[in-house]
């Protein structure tokens, strides 16, 4: 039995080549790993034999070098033994074993460039030194380090790990001996932000430790600063999921009869709790005019009179529309009149309710109800009286001032026209009322 | 507003976005600068759902002029706004990448102003991360629909990767949820991109090296399978798509009867993925994947399996002489595992115990195909015992690199 010590693949080949060549059978032979060969230190090498050159398909080359990273001491002995079958019996498909090696040392290395986490330190001459702390599980410091070297070329880095490490000056690439994890520094305050974003980019409803543990081994998670999260993160899931689904929006949708005719949807309104509104207002209101309009109006939602007589628009802002709307030329009795929001939001000051707008929530959680309206009314143009009914709408926010008075194009080929909500008109200053008035009739002149 | 309340609010806000993928461009690192794109993207990391890490995924903002129902930006969400300056982000992205936490930065906002408006911020980002300090790392950014060609074009001389979601697979879904977003627009968006892509490729000149890729969600309306399948299939031919990317609107358990609760989103999300796969890699047409009778793929099994057994006809294949259309229809049987077929078939005939060293999943495939030593199992076919393989992990074909 010969004994062979080799330090690295360069050794391993040389001495490899010297033993295929003297046809030493791989039985025969046994490598280890060391620096010089111990106790059979005097077995000389065979000479060169006969065969001149030896020559084996490049493609296991590549991989007997890769493999020689792989911790096992076993690696040289089967790579003999594959390099002597392929010289000898022509035999070029590798011993499983062999492959199992190189994928294990390539996943490794895939890992190393993954999980290095480099801590920034700043020395006293005031350069930032970029220092990392890993674990390997196979020797592959040196093949790895140049990939660092290159992406991170500008930088002064070193990784440090237990066997060997590697230090880059932005020139050249060093290595020197192994550290303690205690060698390195322990912190780096920019980790809070990490490990910030790491539990934000998290979705707590789509738990699955199981696919997070197959790609990132437990056995790497301590050199990882975002790792020390995912217990409490796994274990307060349940608790985010259900916060989440209590932020859901409300919505009307399941109150709204699919299909039905005017009559019927009005009747349902009143059952509906989409949203928080019901619980305070007298009543819903939906809104009013013929089965088929060319032309539909829509507000913002009912007010104080609207609310306790359930008709839209019948208060001191439904008398202002009236008469715009004749001034117009438009007649009130062809048109369909609704809201975007069917129940009154107000706050109680005193004994008088006092309007509040609707948040953008409410108006989407009562969206589906002016759909239906739309569907069943088929009008060819809905004018939008305001911010809250040109949302509901436009799928956007309006800027009034600046968009009022021309057509938009809406789904189904309909048209959408914004101007501003009757009250506006009540709230403006006495001086500006007539001319105010003036452009909303010209406004709706377009609608006419 | 400190640094890490908004990145709390903004990473959270992007996290609905599926794409992580940093592949398919090549930089090299500028000296004096730091980082490279190699083509091959890295996971940095994964969280406890399963996902890969690969990108710093932000928004800008989440302040949003539009009111996307299935969106949780959308106007009328109430959930806590901010927004970064194109510093902060410059600046994070860089310290996170020199500590090798990510691979690059995936940049997306929601509508503040106008299209053009965010645009240019978002652009602003990038440029300074690529002249003010060589960064060489990947960026992929979000182009609103109606940004004009003239940032589209500076846009892709500073990313690897640009993307305009179409967001539903229907106009009539869009009518819907996002009334103020149309197909129209968002194909000039993603036509415009592709042009200069095309554009770029004629004149060797750089320009989102890695392509443009869009997002649909899934779940929220009443779109089949099929609507969806057919529309990935006219993004793949009209803008040359690197990917699909398909989102399960709700997060939030559905009640179906078929699934337990909470997995039903989420296996429709996996098939969805497997037969925009089958459709890219197999030579698949989306009329073969799904039928008139049944316009979704099924559930409880892959859809390659399940195109199998409504064409019994069509097996057993020979694996010694069927082409490599037909092995590419075997379940089971991988692109890479046909590959090598019809690579070593030439040399020795097929057995079955070779078929058993290719796939693990032979089980399954032993049915489907004759081998020189023939297999009896084919005539079981109809045999009600036939295995349906089991679900397979839900993120193992969804967020890997492949």
Known sequence: MRQVAVENFQEWREKARALVAGSVPPDDVRF??????????????????????????????????????????????????????????????????????????GRDIHKMHAFVRFRKIVEDDGQPQYVAWYRPDHHIVKHVAPWFAERFGAMHWAILTPDLSAYWDTKTLRFGDGVP???????????????SYYASIFNPARVNVRAMTREMPVRHWSTMPEATLIPT?????????????????????????????????????????????????????????????????????????????????VGPAGQLLDRALQEAGVDRSSVYVTNAVKHFKFEERG?????????????????????????????????????????????????IQKERGRMMPLPGGRQLLITVHPSFLLRVPEAAKAAEFARFVQDLRLAS | MDTRTKLTILADAAKYDASCASSGSRRERVSGGVGNTTGVGICHSYTPDGR??????????????????????????????????????????????????????????????????????????????????????????????????????????????????????????????????????????????????????????????????TQMIVGATEASDTDILQKSSALYQDFGMRRVYYSAFSPIPHSDSRLPPQAAPLVREHRLYQADWLLRYYGFDVAELTTAEQPDLPLDKDPKLAWALRNRHFFPVDVNTADREALL??????????????????????????????????????????????????LKLDAPRLPVPQQLSLFSAVTGEF
């Not at chain 1, 991989?63 to 790579?79: F, G, M, N, Q, T």
């Not at chain 2, 229809?329 to 070593?344: E, F, H, N, Q, T």
């Open chain 2, 52 to 213: 890969c890490v690969s990108l710093l995924k932000l928004l800008l903002t989440n302040y949003c002029i539009y009111d996307c129902t299935y969106c949780i930006n959308r106007i009328s969400s109430d959930t806590p706004r901010a927004r970064f300056t194109p510093e902060e982000v410059v600046s994070l992205t860089l310290e996170f990448y020199k500590r090798n936490y990510i691979e690059g930065l995936f940049l997306s906002s929601g509508v503040i102003q106008s299209p053009d408006y965010t645009m240019e911020q978002v652009i602003a980002v990038a440029k300074s991360l690529r002249t003010d300090h060589l960064f060489g790392g990947y960026i992929h950014l979000k182009i609103p629909p109606g940004a004009s060609a003239l940032l589209i074009a500076e846009a892709g001389k500073w990313a690897d990767r640009l993307s305009a979601n179409i967001e539903m697979p229907r106009q009539a879904d869009l009518d819907r949820f996002a009334p103020a977003k149309t197909h129209i627009e968002i194909q000039q968006t993603m036509g415009e991109i592709s042009q200069r892509i095309i554009a770029a490729k004629e004149e060797k000149t750089v320009y989102a090296a890695a392509g443009q890729s």
């Open chain 1, 32 to 105: 280890t790993d060391g620096l010089q060969d111990s106790l059979f230190a005097d077995v000389p090498m065979p000479a060169a034999g006969s065969r001149g050159r030896i020559s084996v398909p490049r493609a296991f080359l590549a991989r007997a070098e890769i493999v020689s990273l792989h911790r096992d001491p076993k690696r040289w002995d089967l790579l003999y033994r594959a390099l002597f079958r392929i010289v000898n019996d022509g035999l070029s498909n590798e011993p499983d074993e062999l492959l199992a090696m190189e994928q294990a040392v």
């Open chain 2, 329 to 378: 229809r075997i379940p089971g049987l991988g692109v890479r595992s046909v590959d090598r077929i019809v690579a070593m078939r030439s040399q020795h005939r097929f057995r079955m115990e070779d078929l058993t060293r290719l796939t693990r999943a032979f089980k399954r495939m032993r049915y489907f195909v004759i081998t020189s030593d023939f297999n009896p199992d084919s």
């Open chain 1, 181 to 195: 994890r205690s060698a390195a520094p322990q912190e780096d305050e920019l980790e809070e932000l990490w490990r």
């Open chain 1, 351 to 399: 004994k008088r309710r006092i309007h509040k707008k609707p948040d953008g929530g409410e108006v989407a959680a009562c969206r589906p109800w002016l759909t239906a309206e739309i569907e069943r009314v088929d009008p060819q143009l809905i004018v939008a009286l305001g911010a809250t009914a040109a949302l509901s709408l436009g799928g956007r926010e309006f800027a």
């Open chain 1, 233 to 313: 993160l796994v274990s307060n899931a349940r608790a985010r999921e259900q916060q989440m689904r209590e932020r859901a929006p409300g919505s009307a949708e399941p109150f709204v009869p699919v299909g039905a005719e005017l009559p019927v949807l009005a009747a349902a309104v009143r059952a509906c709790k989409g949203c928080e509104l019901y619980a305070c207002a007298t009543q819903p209101v939906f809104g009013e005019g013929p089965e088929r309009a060319r032309l539909m109006l829509v507000g913002e939602q009912p007010g104080d009179q609207e609310d306790l007589q359930g008709r839209p628009f």
